[in-house]
């Protein structure tokens, strides 16, 4: 089965501070997608990235990176310079149907960031 | 701004009833996908349309169904609403089915059943 899980339920870092939130996944795919999505109290759903698995070099958006681990199958994002804006609830989901008729989105269960002052 | 409009933004209604939710895709995009997100289930995909065509299903109840239109945008019905329906029900789309692309969410749809 496909899964995506987060391990870290909550965390917390002092603004200008940078984090890391972990993603783990399963698969048997050889080449999939996999992405991070931020969802602010506002309950938008907003893009932060993304990664395509045959691709090693790590994606980068301005402050937010990711260490894609393929072998290890460890997706975490990076936040540099934390801004109070940061704060919001961060879920790493994946499409593993490459090719297939369907390109839906598994999401792991989300990290709730907390940006402090 | 995402560009995919979701309508209502909140419904309250009560159990036994029915509901349509409506959401109108980003322009020129022909995939749209129905997600549930509530506390006990996470965010869950429903199902998805390409172009018209149902493409996949995955945790839909038989009292929901959908369906999108030639103008692409996409009707959710749920029906014989039950008091753990309530839920946010996000609306999301993309350009093209297989391979992959990315999907970009709607504001979402806050169902309250009472």
């Known amino acids: 089965a496909q899964t995506v899980t987060q391990s870290q339920p909550e965390m917390s870092v002092q603004e200008a501070e940078t984090v890391t939130l972990s993603c783990t996944y399963d698969?048997?795919?050889?080449?999939?997608?996999l992405f991070w999505y931020k969802q602010p109290p506002s309950r938008q759903m907003i893009l932060v990235i993304r990664?395509?698995?045959?691709?090693?070099q790590n994606a980068t958006e301005n402050r937010f990176s990711v260490n894609f681990q393929k072998a290890a199958k460890s997706f975490s994002l990076k936040i540099s310079d934390s801004q109070l804006g940061d704060t919001a609830m961060y879920f790493c989901?994946?499409?593993?149907?490459?090719?297939?008729?369907?390109?839906?989105?598994?999401f792991g269960t989300g990290t709730l960031l907390a940006v402090q002052p | 701004d995402s560009g995919v409009t979701q309508t209502p933004k909140h419904l309250i209604t009560a159990t036994g009833q029915r509901v349509t939710l409506r959401c109108s895709p980003r322009s020129g995009d022909l995939s749209v996908y129905w997600y549930q997100q509530s506390l006990d289930q996470g965010l869950q995909f429903l199902i998805q349309?390409?172009?018209?065509?149902?493409?996949a299903k995955g945790n839909i109840l038989e009292r929901f169904s959908a369906q999108q239109f030639p103008d692409l945008h996409s009707e959710l019905n749920l029906s014989s609403l039950e008091l753990g329906d309530s839920a946010l029900y996000f609306c999301a789309s993309s350009a093209r089915q297989g391979g992959t692309d990315t999907q970009y969410f709607g504001p979402g749809t806050r169902l309250t059943v009472l």
């Open positions: 349309y390409y172009n018209g065509e149902e493409r």
């Open positions: 989901a994946g499409d593993m149907n490459y090719g297939g008729a369907t390109n839906k989105l598994i």
């Open positions: 990664q395509e698995a045959y691709k090693q």
């Open positions: 698969t048997s795919e050889s080449n999939y997608y």
